[in-house]
């Protein structure tokens, strides 16, 4: 971090944040709450031309960069235009993402090959463009996307779960090859958020033997009611505590639905462990 004070003057610092997807849903909303405690802010997307509302508003905070996380060469071009603008980058947000729903039989090679694209070989992209520059600097944060569903799974979101779920583990491992050169990391788990990625979602073609299962979930997703869905604004404000904590976790969950499913996920595998205990223990023999 720099040692500028911070214009909201709520901390002595500014940072500077290298946001992925930060045009929509909860990376917008993160960008914005960034540029508002008046930290730098390089915005990546698409199609940047929807932040520009934004970009004109804090100009000189703010570095738009078209970028499809798929892209490594175009990542690691946006990380260079971000050390020449704001000389540093303090919190990496592996956000951009989308969804794929429908049975793992149902989804094509192709659609479980592009959700792998940007979910997970998008996410190593911008770990192999920003890390050296963390590794440098002794300092940084990375805040790596998943979901509740990196934790748990229901008929329907196979595929967006696999894609989670590899985060997770590609980051209990990093954790620990990081933290020795100075960086945190912490897994932003969100429950229900109201962005646009129930339109972003990709749905599988569809087989009648999952009617009453993945059909049945998707109903009742389509029934939820809108209070269901938290607001991006306020998984935006948990984050932000995750990164002004002196020990942020390692996973954060956001919303009490998402805590609630991930808390029964890990108690039914710790029991059935249990369950398991004498056949599992049983294999402890050496091999004659
Ligand atoms: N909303 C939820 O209920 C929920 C729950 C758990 C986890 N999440 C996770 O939260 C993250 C943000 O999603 P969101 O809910 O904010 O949805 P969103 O409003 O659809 O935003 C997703 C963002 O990712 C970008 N993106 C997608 N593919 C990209 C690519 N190949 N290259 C660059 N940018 C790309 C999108 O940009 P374009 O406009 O260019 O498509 C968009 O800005 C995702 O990782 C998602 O899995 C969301």
Redesign the pocket.
């Known amino acids: 971090m720099t040692s500028t004070a911070a214009a909201t003057g709520t901390r002595s610092t500014v940072r500077t944040w290298f946001i992925?997807?930060?045009?929509?849903?909860?990376?917008r909303a993160l960008t914005t709450a960034a540029l508002g405690r008046g930290d730098n802010v390089t915005v990546?997307?698409?199609?940047t031309e929807?932040f520009s509302d934004l970009a004109t508003e804090h100009a000189e905070r703010v570095l738009l960069i078209d970028?499809?996380?798929?892209d490594a060469e175009s990542v690691g071009a946006a990380v260079q235009r971000t050390l020449d603008r704001f000389g540093r980058i303090d919190v990496v947000a592996n956000?951009?993402?989308?969804?794929v729903f429908g049975a793992v039989e149902e989804a094509s090679d192709a659609q479980a090959r592009a959700i792998f694209d940007?979910?997970v070989f998008?996410v190593l992209n911008v770990l192999r463009a920003t890390l050296p520059v963390l590794r440098k600097q002794r300092s940084g944060h990375l805040l790596q996307?998943?979901?509740?569903?990196g934790q748990t799974a229901h008929p329907g979101v196979g595929m967006?779960a696999a894609t989670?779920y590899a985060v997770e583990g590609l980051t209990d491992a990093l954790v620990g090859e990081v933290a020795p050169l100075g960086i945190k990391v912490t897994l932003v788990e969100?429950?229900?958020?109201a962005?646009?990625?129930l339109s972003?979602l990709d749905v599988a073609a569809t087989d009648s033997d999952y009617d009453q299962t993945v059909r049945e979930v998707q109903r009742a997703i389509g029934a939820l009611p809108a209070e269901a869905?938290n607001a991006?604004e306020r998984v935006a404000t948990a984050i932000l505590a995750a990164v002004d904590a002196e020990q942020p976790p390692l996973r954060l969950a956001t919303g009490s639905a998402a805590a609630r499913d991930m808390r029964a996920a890990l108690q039914a595998r710790l029991d059935e462990l249990d369950t398991w205990a004498e056949v599992t223990n049983a294999v402890d023999t050496p091999a004659a």
């Open positions: 992925t997807g930060a045009t929509s849903g909860i990376g990546l997307a698409r199609r929807q970028t499809d996380v798929r956000n951009a993402g989308f969804g940007t979910n998008g996307g998943s979901s509740y569903y967006l989670k969100p429950g229900p958020t962005t646009a990625f972003n869905f991006p």
